[in-house]
């Protein structure tokens, strides 16, 4: 059970600034800069498929064997899921 799970992910440095308040109130600050990031989670999704799709995306067992959904395929209808969920269709019922 030593092992990490993760070894490759990194932290950054416990370090915090501290702005105390008259109110009683402390404002806590990291020292950092945030680098660049996704704007939101479809970002993500979006570099996936282009950079691997032929990974899955989603998987499901049914009878004793896996139908997968590719990143590649995901993103061809990135659509669909909303609007199916909006309108009560396929997706809506976990069909794909």
């Given at each position: 059970m030593g092992k990490a799970l993760q070894?490759?992910?990194r932290f950054a440095p416990a370090r915090v600034q501290i702005e105390r308040r008259a109110d009683?109130?402390?404002i806590l600050r990291s020292p950092l800069k945030l680098g660049g990031h996704a704007?939101?989670?479809?970002?993500w999704?979006?570099?996936w498929a282009r950079e691997k799709?032929?990974?899955t995306f989603l998987a499901e067992r049914r009878d004793g064997a896996w139908r997968k959904l590719a990143?590649?395929?995901r993103s061809a209808s990135r659509a669909a899921p909303a609007r199916d969920c909006s309108t009560g269709g396929s997706t809506a019922r976990g069909r794909w």
């Open positions: 070894p490759r992910l009683g109130a402390m704007r939101a989670v479809g970002e999704l979006e570099r799709p032929e990974r990143t590649a395929r």
